[in-house]
């Protein structure tokens, strides 16, 4: 037997008729690759029914919350002029069960990495795959890992996440607890016509990258994940409190200050040159009017924090709260006017990094844990890699525990230096 073997795997439709039409994905959408998937990997102990994860309960539940969420039931394609849409077809998830000689002692020490998203999280190979994918690996302990991918050209973390409870509370009987996702994107629409100035952030970033001869080429990585205590957050928070800064430090400022520093430390980037963080920010609450806490589709722009080595090694989450409060409704409004002006080349180069740039996105704030399909909440879930090296994550850990998760991905000896130093507060 392999490690992990398939046992089933198949297309999961709506279990009603759903509308057939194509739908206009917004700019924030459109420049993510069709080809980029976020998967997420949950972990649950079993807990000693006897139908504990019942495939057909599971996959009942899966064809019932594609009612609702019937965009992810289509396919990526694309339109006369060659812009991507969904056509929902009504085709299907995939769905995949599994076994494996694997217990949960295997995986106490689980880190994220592509060969573990191999074995647990489904794959398929089609020009046109599924929109979502999932798999149900029963272990030989009889826990259950839960692998779901979401095609991230679709959906954000946000509306991953709002699947995942709709998903998980059809499940368990309890189908009217999360509101049902809004579907209409023209909501991002660029305006007529776009007004977009040349030093707006990610026209900068776009630019730096073409300066420097970006390539998109990245070396091989390894990811890991650490944990900081409620206790360890708050002593990196009164660094800056005992070094002036009047401004409140959040828990995202804070570590995000924090890993930034190591990173420049562990590459040993020149202190003279300047280094960029970049973090995704939700908008759905700070454009005007708000966009429904429920919309389905990519709702972040992209924050950028610019400063010279020197300056990021002395710790500096001021300067990453500034940039987080410049973030507005006119902000968001010029990102959506530059993707909708921008060339080809430029948008290839969007999330571009260099080894002096660092990416950190912000789970914090997400329901990460709400998936109880009946049989308690997952023990531990975690986004399975971070694609490339220079991006890390920052999950809340389940239950009453009020430290955090940081998973990172470096290169390999980077992240040698860079484990050395992280549990260096000085």
Known sequence: MEIVEIVESNLVAPSEETPK???WLSNLDITISPTIYTSLIYLYKFNGDPDFFSVPT????LAKALVLFYPLAGRVAADKDGRFEIDCTGEGALFVVAQSKLTLGDLKDYQPSIENRKLFVPDFKSETPPLLMLQITFLESRDVVLGASFNHCIVDAHSDFHFMQTFSSIARGNASSVPPPLLD???LRARAPPL???????HRHVEYLKSVG???LYPPFICTILKL??????HLKSISCRRGSSDTISTFQAVSAHIWKCLCLARNLAPDKESHLLFPVQVRSRISPPLPKYYLGNSCTCGLVS???SEV??????????AVGQIDDAYVRESIDYLEVADKESLSRRFGMTEYDLSISSWLSMPCYDADFGYGEPDFMTVTDTGIGGIAFLIKNPGKDQGISVLVGLEIETMKQFKAIFYDFN
């Open 229 to 234: 205590s409620k206790d360890q957050i708050d």
């Open 307 to 309: 400063a010279k080595v």
């Open 21 to 23: 039409e194509r739908q």
């Open 185 to 187: 994107r023209a909501l």
């Open 313 to 322: 090694v002395e710790f500096i989450p001021q300067r990453i709260s500034e």
């Open 214 to 216: 970006y390539t998109g």
């Open 58 to 61: 599971i996959k009942a539940a």
């Open 196 to 202: 977009v100035s040349s030093n707006h952030p990610e």
